[in-house]
């Protein structure tokens, strides 16, 4: 299993440009997320969804649309990217377990410069 | 606005000594309070976690103490060791409407574990 995966792993965009993140994950898990990392900030929670075609705002939602048409697929997308959307961006999938904590599988991250 | 407050934001420790770092939390409906463990390049991944109804849980070298009066948590790492050199992340998770575990995440602390 390759877990969780994102693509690409590093990004150049000028301002302005778009660009679309891909997250896969083969873990058949039911929630999936989008974070951002920033230094001092910790991570924070930009889309989450809880199944096909189902979505939902974290904290910090401005400037991104993000869509699930696919179980094993969640896509972040940047509409008119600025400078302050440079940051690195986590993909995370977790599944239902009802009776314990619900652990997050993070991928390996992508690195995004908006010049 | 932050929720969870993590310290100190670096720390240096000898190989062999403890190291301890500290959250805070002020939302009482957070129901999980996991740690993860981020290394360079990498994304993170779960290190232990503990309910509000349990004051401590120990796994291996790490222990989670918990106070739930004070709304305080720490890691403690015993025998640390040069592998142990990550940035830790303290969490909070709260149940969202979906069914899904929604993280609040600390600032992070660079933990250094020197010979």
């Known amino acids: 299993n390759a877990g969780v995966t994102q693509t690409p792993k590093f990004r150049v965009l000028k301002t302005g440009q778009s660009m679309t993140l891909l997250c896969a994950q083969d873990?058949?898990?039911?929630?999936m997320y989008w974070y951002r990392q920033d230094p001092g900030m910790g991570l924070r929670l930009i889309h989450y969804?809880?199944?096909?075609?189902?979505?939902a705002k974290g904290e910090v939602p401005d400037g991104y649309n993000v869509s699930r048409l696919k179980k094993q697929n969640f896509l972040l997308g940047l509409e008119s990217a600025a400078p302050s959307q440079t940051s690195v961006y986590f993909c995370?999938?977790?599944?239902?377990?009802?009776?314990?904590?619900?652990?997050?599988?993070f991928g390996p991250g992508t690195r995004l410069t908006v010049l | 606005q932050q929720q969870v407050k993590q310290s100190p934001q670096s720390l240096i420790v000898q190989k062999g000594g403890i190291s301890i770092i500290n959250c805070a939390y002020e939302?009482?409906?957070?129901?999980?309070f996991p740690w993860y463990q981020q290394f360079p390049g990498k994304g993170p991944a779960l290190l232990i976690a503990?309910?509000?109804?349990?004051s401590e849980k120990k796994e291996g070298r790490f222990t989670i103490s918990f106070n739930k009066s004070a709304k305080q948590f720490s890691l403690h790492i015993m025998d640390s060791q040069p592998g142990d050199s990550a940035t830790y992340f303290c969490?909070?998770?709260?149940?969202?409407?979906?069914?899904?575990?929604?993280?609040?995440f600390g600032t992070g602390t660079r933990l250094t574990i020197i010979p």
């Open positions: 995370a999938s977790s599944y239902f377990s009802g009776s314990s904590y619900n652990e997050q599988f």
């Open positions: 873990m058949n898990h039911e929630y």
């Open positions: 969804s809880v199944g096909e075609g189902t979505t």
């Open positions: 939302n009482t409906a957070f129901d999980y």
């Open positions: 503990i309910r509000p109804d349990v």
């Open positions: 969490a909070a998770s709260i149940l969202s409407n979906f069914g899904n575990e929604k993280l609040t």
